[in-house]
């Protein structure tokens, strides 16, 4: 009898073993914990090369270089660089493309300025990409999974209408895959989380870099000028 319910209880045969409803809601945990899991490695790799490079690009602008060298060096190599350097790039081109006058150096400043403005939402459209699904992930997965749990407790019930007398080893199997469920709504939505708000606060700390050199670069313009 131990021996049968040790049997019964093993993982592999309860997931097999589980009703059609809740093999589906435990296959779609599993796919959106697999997918969570791809863009958390993406959204790694994605962020700390961002913060790499702008931490290179501010110790290279900020040695003194000349602004002239500095835009040919951001334009040769506009695949492999960074954020920071791009709106570097898109300013400067559009500052270049207008030899300020004192009549108009307002101007030419202010379309720098929303030169760079549009490169820097662009490029925090691709640093935040994805957040929003591990955000959903997050908040959906343990609703998910709390379905299967509340599917296989009603059939462990249901199951018990057939019985004369219920026992442990009735109810034992279907209780259990329904917390499988649920095991399996939060081992998605909790790495989801964590890399959410990680991921979000290391993309705010970016945001907040490109705009403090956004400002430093437009007075360093009007000084120019």
């Given at each position: 009898?131990?021996?049968?319910?040790?049997?019964?209880?093993?993982?592999?045969?309860?997931?097999?073993?589980?009703?059609?409803?809740?093999?589906?809601v435990m296959l779609v945990l599993l796919l959106v914990s697999l997918l969570s899991?791809?863009?958390?490695?993406?959204?790694?790799?994605?962020?700390?090369?961002?913060?790499?490079?702008?931490?290179?690009?501010?110790?290279?602008?900020?040695?003194?270089?000349?602004?002239?060298?500095?835009?040919?060096?951001?334009?040769?190599?506009?695949?492999?660089?960074?954020?920071?350097?791009?709106?570097?790039?898109?300013?400067?081109?559009?500052?270049?493309?207008?030899?300020?006058?004192?009549?108009?150096?307002?101007?030419?400043?202010?379309?720098?300025?929303r030169a760079m403005q549009a490169t820097y939402q662009r490029e925090m459209d691709?640093?935040?990409?994805?957040?929003?699904?591990?955000?959903?992930?997050?908040?959906?997965?343990?609703?998910?999974?709390?379905?299967?749990?509340?599917?296989?407790?009603?059939?462990?019930?249901?199951?018990?209408?057939?019985?004369?007398?219920?026992?442990?080893?009735?109810?034992?199997?279907?209780?259990?895959?329904?917390?499988?469920?649920?095991?399996?709504?939060?081992?998605?939505?909790?790495?989801?989380?964590?890399?959410?708000?990680?991921?979000?606060?290391?993309?705010?700390?970016?945001?907040?870099?490109?705009?403090?050199?956004?400002?430093?670069?437009?007075?360093?313009l009007q000084r120019r000028s």
């Amino acid at each position: 009898m131990n021996a049968s319910v040790t049997q019964d209880l093993s993982l592999l045969y309860l997931i097999s073993g589980a009703s059609l409803p809740v093999q589906l809601v435990m296959l779609v945990l599993l796919l959106v914990s697999l997918l969570s899991w791809w863009f958390i490695f993406r959204k790694l790799f994605v962020i700390r090369n961002a913060i790499k490079k702008t931490d290179e690009f501010e110790d290279y602008f900020w040695r003194g270089t000349d602004l002239n060298a500095l835009y040919q060096r951001a334009s040769s190599s506009r695949q492999s660089s960074g954020s920071m350097e791009r709106i570097f790039a898109a300013g400067f081109h559009e500052y270049s493309k207008h030899p300020p006058k004192k009549s108009d150096v307002k101007t030419v400043i202010e379309s720098t300025r929303r030169a760079m403005q549009a490169t820097y939402q662009r490029e925090m459209d691709r640093l935040e990409s994805y957040l929003s699904f591990l955000a959903t992930v997050g908040s959906v997965s343990p609703y998910i999974g709390l379905l299967g749990t509340v599917w296989g407790i009603m059939n462990s019930f249901r199951s018990l209408s057939n019985v004369a007398q219920a026992t442990i080893a009735h109810v034992a199997p279907g209780i259990a895959e329904a917390l499988i469920a649920t095991a399996m709504g939060l081992f998605a939505a909790i790495p989801a989380v964590i890399a959410y708000n990680r991921f979000a606060s290391d993309a705010e700390q970016l945001a907040t870099r490109f705009e403090s050199f956004m400002e430093e670069l437009t007075n360093v313009l009007q000084r120019r000028s």
